[in-house]
């Protein structure tokens, strides 16, 4: 039997979006014109871009996410950042996510 967790409590909200944000990166809220950019190295994880058209962001701000991951990261309750918004990576000062899944590659986490 296959588990899959993705479409639990998802929620996606549409905000303004910047040059800088894509599609399967994640992004921080940019000002407070309800307007996102790329995530950088170390930010905390505010949501995961889904698409960009037009200048408008579909970013999932609930649910399950899996990303690459950089460095080792345990399961369970983990403070989470983002690694240049292209992968997560393990922050103990960081909010915490509930991560349930691990493997060499890929992070599978609650948002």
Not at 15 to 33: I, P, Q, R, Y
Not at 47 to 52: D, E, H, N
């Amino acid at each position: 039997m296959d588990i899959d967790f993705r479409g639990y409590n998802e929620n996606v909200v549409t905000f303004l979006a910047d040059e800088t944000v894509t599609a399967g990166k994640f992004v921080v809220m940019s000002d407070n014109n309800f307007k996102v950019t790329a995530a950088g190295s170390g930010d905390e994880i505010f949501g995961y871009c889904i698409s960009v058209r037009d200048g408008y962001a579909a970013v999932q701000i609930s649910g399950y996410i899996e990303a690459p991951r950089a460095g080792k990261i345990g399961l369970g309750l983990v403070g989470l950042v983002t690694n240049r918004g292209l992968s997560v990576m393990e922050n103990p000062t960081a909010i915490k996510h509930r991560v349930i899944f691990v493997d060499d590659t890929t992070i599978g986490f609650m948002i």
